[in-house]
T-cell receptor, first 116, second 109 residues
Framework: GAVVSQHPSWVICKSGTSVKIECRSL??????MFWYRQFPKQSLMLMATSNEGSKATYEQGVEKDKFLINHASLTLSTLTVTSAHPEDSSFYIC????????????FGPGTRLTVT | GQNIDQPTEMTATEGAIVQINCTYQTSGFNGLFWYQQHAGEAPTFLSY??LDGLEEKGRFSSFLSRSKGYSYLLLKELQMKDSASYLCAVSDSNYQLIWGAGTKLIIKP
């Protein structure tokens, strides 16, 4: 089956620093990748959609200068949280979709970010 | 606007059957998904319905009525490991997933 990995699985950083999270599709080419954020006991919130080789499309209310997304290849997308603050602490999940199948997204295991 | 509604929490007994409902109003429809999410983990795919009717997969079944904007997930022979949140998501006209808030299912012995 389709496998998506995320790295790191958890990270603790100090306020004001930047953190990069990687999302990789291991056995398929992902033309589209999605980044979600999830706060405790809440549902997934889509942050942005990225297509390989083009700029990401951000959802309303998501600061594109704070959450930098780069979809450099068909198997890799990165999310960089810049100048992190404690309120950015959350569970970040990526998902990937193959071009030939618009009906399913394959989820990575998620990254737990804690900003102190 | 787009809206997905599902109950916040449900409780059921081990070995029993539980039905989790989901109603939706979206701009376009390209299918409805059910995902299971254990605490601290990413969602895992359970089912996909795009046509009306019942899809059965082992202990789990999912039903869809497009005319009513309604779906349910049916879990049979409940096990303690089924304690999790169940997320209903609809693929809209742009093939983007619109998510419900999730239903936390608590299984008691």
């Amino acid at each position: 089956g389709a496998v998506v990995s995320q790295h790191p699985s958890w990270v603790i950083c100090k306020s004001g620093t930047s953190v990069k999270i990687e999302c990789r599709s291991l056995d398929f080419q992902a033309t589209t990748m999605f980044w979600y954020r999830q706060f405790p006991k809440q549902s997934l919130m889509l942050m942005a959609t990225s297509n390989e080789g083009s700029k990401a499309t951000y959802e309303q209310g998501v600061e594109k200068d704070k959450f930098l997304i780069n979809h450099a290849s068909l198997t890799l997308s990165t999310l960089t949280v810049t100048s992190a603050h404690p309120e950015d602490s959350s569970f970040y999940i990526c998902s990937a979709r193959e071009d030939r199948d618009f009906h399913e997204q394959y989820f990575g295991p998620g990254t737990r970010l804690t900003v102190t | 606007g787009q809206n997905i509604d599902q109950p916040t929490e449900m409780t059921a007994t081990e070995g029993a059957i539980v039905q989790i409902n989901c109603t939706y109003q979206t701009s376009g429809f390209n299918g409805l998904f059910w995902y299971q999410q254990h605490a601290g983990e990413a969602p895992t795919f359970l089912s996909y319905n795009v046509l009306d009717g019942l899809e059965e997969k082992g202990r789990f079944s999912s039903f869809l009525s497009r005319s009513k904007g309604y779906s349910y997930l049916l879990l049979k022979e409940l096990q303690m490991k089924d304690s999790a949140s169940y997320l209903c998501a609809v693929s809209d006209s742009n093939y983007q997933l619109i998510w419900g808030a999730g239903t936390k299912l608590i299984i008691k012995p």
